[in-house]
């Protein structure tokens, strides 16, 4: 993967910011990353498909990309689009999969002071198999809700319809917090693997970060939260 991945040119790399802010515009992403403070986070990960670990991100708030962007009122979401490149990619030829991968995240959920861009690990510069040079952290959701080497963040007042919602919907849904109690169709979620140790240890409600995000989905209980 990572020799694959050397392919992608990180430099020069332009993000746009555009949907429902005051003014849309093109940025680099060093000129971004000299708009904000960079800061070192240890956050848990947690797989989808049951295993975890812990990675020490360097980046800064999602809130700060937020601030960056002056959304307008009527912003409701916050959607990422990551890069397309076939001839980098070949994997992007293949008509089965819808891309660019696409997430999304509630403005709630972008302004929460857990809510991480990704610029580096380890006390480096990502390398590009980690979503260089810009990706999502977030803590409490499963991995597949951080998108990586985006290119592309818009403001919306509509949900944005993400790449595993349109591949299986039944599967991976819009929320996707972690939660022990809530099986995947096809396994348990009750236990995770810790990919460093190869211990097995219980889950926690998304993902032991509870305290600082549960109350974000307050009254939501028709959604499906967990999935």
């Known amino acids: 993967m990572a020799r694959a991945a050397s392919k992608l040119k990180t430099r020069p790399w332009t993000i746009t910011i555009d949907g429902l802010v005051e003014q849309p515009r093109q940025v680099g992403i060093d000129d971004l990353l000299k708009a904000v403070t960079l ?20 980046g800064f708030p999602m809130k700060a990309l937020v601030d960056y962007a002056r959304p307008l009122g009527s ?27 696409v997430e999304g995240v509630t403005m709630a959920e972008a302004n929460n002071e857990l809510a991480f861009m990704v610029t580096g690990i380890y006390g480096k510069p990502a390398p590009n198999q980690f979503g260089a040079p810009l990706r999502v952290a977030l803590p409490w959701k499963y991995g597949f809700k951080s998108a990586k080497a985006i290119v592309k963040v818009t403001f919306t007042e509509q949900r944005p319809k993400s790449f595993w919602e349109v591949v299986q919907g039944g599967e991976y849904g819009f929320w ?29 409600i998304y993902n ?3 305290e600082y995000v549960a109350g974000l989905y307050a009254g939501m209980e028709k959604e499906k939260l967990f999935m």
């Open 75 to 101: 912003a409701k979401y916050v959607r990422f689009e990551t890069f397309l490149d076939r001839a980098v990619a070949p994997g992007q030829n293949g008509r089965f999969y819808p891309w660019p991968y």
């Open 176 to 204: 996707a917090n972690v939660n022990p109690a809530v099986a995947h169709p096809r396994w348990s979620q009750a236990t995770e693997k810790d990919i460093a140790t190869g211990e097995r240890r219980p889950t926690l």
């Open 39 to 58: 800061e070192e986070r240890l956050y848990r990960h947690r797989c989808v498909e049951g295993w975890s670990m812990a990675l020490p991100w360097t």
């Open 208 to 210: 032991g970060y509870g």
